[in-house]
């Protein structure tokens, strides 16, 4: 007995598939071109190495951030040292190892950087934005207003607030004013 759904349903086989090949296999399509099919054929494999290269110069460039990163890492425990270094001298031995293990602890991630892949660290941080789905939002929105605020510091737009209640006539009506008298 036939299946309901082909009651009444040409052949399989008379029934064109949706893409063609230049081979002109079974899944070829009646009104593509042998010629057309070629240059579909050959813009896949194209897109396809443009893919693979893309991917492989991110991974690259990676590379060389997770590199710098981790150089800016050591240059961070180096400072620290120093100040573990005064540390000891100035508040005593209990201070300054808590600041020297502080450094430990940075160098130690500069070589767990160093040593990891670029696919094992993403695949560690996809792991953990899956699992801590709040803490990603939370992190990702703290990192959004301290690159904001840098972004903002840099502009050279900066004045301090009596300027700025001085420039303003609005603001001058309704800011309180610290020195005593009522605006």
Excluded: C
Aim: charged share 25%; proline share 6%.
């Amino acid at each position: 007995m036939p299946h309901p759904d082909s009651v009444g349903a040409p052949e399989a086989a008379s029934v064109p598939p949706f893409f063609s090949t230049p081979s002109g296999g079974a899944d070829r399509r009646p009104d593509v071109s042998p010629a057309s099919a070629r240059v579909a054929m050959h813009l896949r494999r194209q897109f396809g190495r443009l893919g693979t290269q893309g991917a492989t110069k991110a991974t690259q460039l990676a590379e060389v951030g997770k590199e710098r990163v981790a150089a800016r890492l050591d240059d961070v425990a180096d400072v620290v040292r120093s100040i573990a270094d005064r540390s000891r001298d100035q508040y005593g031995p209990v201070v300054g190892d808590a600041i020297g293990k502080a450094a430990t602890s940075v160098t130690s991630l500069a070589e767990a950087l160093r040593e990891r892949t670029v696919e094992g660290l993403a695949g560690d941080a996809r792991r953990v934005l899956s699992t801590n789905i709040g803490t990603a939002i939370g992190t990702a929105a703290a990192l959004g207003f301290v690159a904001a605020r840098i972004g903002k510091g840099g502009t050279g737009h900066e004045q301090n607030s009596a300027e700025q209640a001085d420039s303003d006539p609005q603001r001058s009506l309704y800011a309180p004013s610290f020195d005593g008298a009522i605006a």
